[in-house]
């Protein structure tokens, strides 16, 4: 097997500015990556000017097409894993209700149908939290339904969420070894 022909990991960026920075981070620590970026993601990484810079070995797609195609990759076994994040609450609830209408939602959809495990990053996992703005701070208080949201997304197939950046870092970890 080719490097080319090596399981590359997929990482996906949703409209969330929660922890965005340190998630944009950790996905320039990675090789071999294809990366995901919603419209949304473009907007965020705008408003907090944050450039990818990514390594020449990573690929980058935009939202684009309708019915994304790339999805086909699963099922040809090019992707070791999926990884979203930061995730919105919106892309939360409409991986925990099925909802596939996006670039980000069919690559989730379509890793869960090939049995490739997705490591999602929810940016609502507390009740009270801070999180960066492109100002500073602010704090946010989540919705119950989108608290609600993430407990259901634990129970989804082939789904791991990382709850913190330690985690999902820890969750990365593993992926390499």
């Known amino acids: 097997m080719s490097v080319e022909d090596t399981p590359r990991l997929a990482w996906a960026i949703t409209g969330s500015g929660h922890f965005l920075k340190e ?3 950790l996905l320039r620590a990675q090789t071999h990556v294809d990366v995901f970026l919603s419209q ?7 408003c907090y ?11 980058l797609y935009k939202e684009g097409a309708a019915s994304a195609p790339v999805v086909g990759r ?16 919106n892309t939360v609830a409409k991986m925990v209700f099925g909802i596939s209408d996006t670039l980000i939602t069919n690559l989730y959809a379509h890793a869960g149908k090939c049995r490739v495990p997705s490591i999602v990053f929810p940016c609502d996992t507390e009740s009270e939290l801070s999180s960066e703005a492109p100002d500073g701070m602010v704090a946010v208080y989540p919705r119950r339904i989108d608290l609600e949201n993430t407990r259901k997304l634990v129970h989804m197939e082939y789904t791991i969420v990382a709850e913190t950046v330690g985690s999902l870092d820890a969750e990365l970890g593993k992926l390499a070894s």
């Open 40 to 46: 949304a993601a473009e907007e965020v990484l705008r």
């Open 74 to 89: 699963f099922y040809r076994g090019g992707y070791r894993a999926l990884v979203i994040a930061p995730t919105s609450s």
């Open 23 to 25: 998630c944009v981070a």
């Open 49 to 59: 000017h944050l450039p990818l810079d990514l390594p020449e070995t990573c690929r």
